[in-house]
């Protein structure tokens, strides 16, 4: 029997889902993670769309794929792939590639710490791994720089009017709002839907309103939201709701205004949020920050230094948390398949453009 792809990988999860591909990818061209990745991005983007879409995957899902490492001091390579781009960073993937590569014993595993580096698209990233009885307890890493770009500023939402938004690097570029702003909004699982609707908006304003650059990934601009608020758990600072989109925000298209909450804290909105805090003078270096997710889960963050990003105050994070791993898994795509791209359809999903060669009855992809 022969399929056209046959894929092989590890589901995890931190409260988000996230899938690791361990074999079925061919060599991929490149001498760096991030060359590799802009590579698979313009010559393979059927993969992430194979594994993210329909019927291999779902709005919230993530994945990942483990490539050698092009840095002398790295044990592996991964490339992130989520539903409308190639993060350079991401925490919470960062945590499952490690859990992933020491109990499935791809990387020998030390008690009670496993200190390797792994290397991401956005550069080293060094990780310490507690582990008891051959499973991986807690992963803290070391992140690349966060800083704050726009601090306490206010931009037109449309259905929404003026909201006060934070923005910040954390490994991507996120839009912060306090929930507080919205009246009956809470961050609980129950209110899914209206957090998305708000956060998709807020997010498509600020890409309009303001402009961000990160000097060392061109082209890349705000691309998450995050609701931020209070929480009542006494083992966290504070709570937690980002939203990941599943297409691009529409204002005059209400079908658009919906994207998938992110069940997990975060690592790198984590890591936005710490340095909009330390920029406010809310949050000192080594202190700890806990973050709770949606589900009620913890990642703790701490700045570790302060440094400078070309002409911006930027700090280091650490960020710790954990994750699970869920199944085992090998993909195939048959030479049949109509659907060799996946799919999307409007109940769940915001509307996505009919890919060319299509057969007609795709056009659910685009329904509202």
């Known amino acids: 029997m022969s399929f056209k792809r046959m894929i092989q990988s590890v589901e995890t999860h931190s409260g988000e889902p996230m899938r690791v ?8 061209p490149g001498d760096t993670v991030y060359e590799q990745m802009k590579w698979l991005e313009e010559n393979d983007d059927q993969l992430r769309k194979l594994m993210l879409r329909e019927p291999r995957g779902y709005p919230p899902l993530c994945c990942n794929l483990i490539v050698p490492p092009k840095h002398p001091d790295a044990v592996a390579g991964f490339i992130i792939m989520e539903q ?19 109990e499935t014993g791809m990387i020998p595993m030390e008690e009670p710490i496993t200190k390797f580096n792994l290397e991401a698209p956005a550069g080293l990233i060094a990780i310490e791994a507690e582990c008891k009885d051959g499973k991986v307890k807690q992963v803290k890493f070391k992140n690349v720089p966060a800083y704050a770009v726009y601090l306490d500023t206010a ?16 490994g991507m ?30 997010l498509r304003a600020a ?30 600072d504070r709570k937690n709701a980002v939203t990941v989109a599943s297409g691009p925000v529409d204002f005059d298209n209400p079908a658009t205004w919906t994207g998938g909450v992110d069940r997990c804290p975060c690592g ?3 890591c936005a949020k710490m340095a909009t805090l330390h920029a406010k003078g809310q949050l000192a270096l080594n202190q700890p920050f806990r973050h709770e997710g949606i589900l009620g889960n913890v990642y703790t963050g701490e700045l570790v230094e302060e440094v400078t990003i070309h002409d911006h105050v930027g700090v280091v994070p650490t960020l710790s948390g954990q994750a699970w791993i869920t199944g085992f898994s090998t993909w195939v795509l048959d030479h049949d398949d109509p659907f060799p791209n996946g799919f ?11 890919e060319q060669g299509a057969p007609a009855f795709a056009a659910a992809e685009t329904a509202s």
């Open 344 to 354: 999307t359809v409007g109940d769940i999903w915001a509307p996505q453009e009919q």
């Open 84 to 102: 409308v781009e190639y993060p350079v960073m991401s925490g919470g993937n960062t945590i499952a590639v490690a859990t992933v590569l020491l």
């Open 21 to 28: 591909i361990t074999g079925g990818v061919p060599h991929i």
């Open 207 to 236: 890409q309009d309103q303001l402009p961000v650059s990160h000097p060392d990934y061109p082209g890349i601009g705000i691309t998450i939201s995050q609701l931020s608020g209070l929480t009542n758990n006494p083992n966290a």
């Open 268 to 270: 790198t909105g984590t």
């Open 155 to 170: 931009i037109d939402v449309p259905e929404l009017g003026q909201v006060t938004v934070d923005v910040a690097w954390g």
């Open 173 to 202: 570029f996120y839009v912060i709002a306090d929930v507080s702003q919205f009246e009956g909004l809470d961050l609980v699982p129950e209110q899914g839907r209206d957090i998305t609707r708000i956060s998709s908006l807020i």
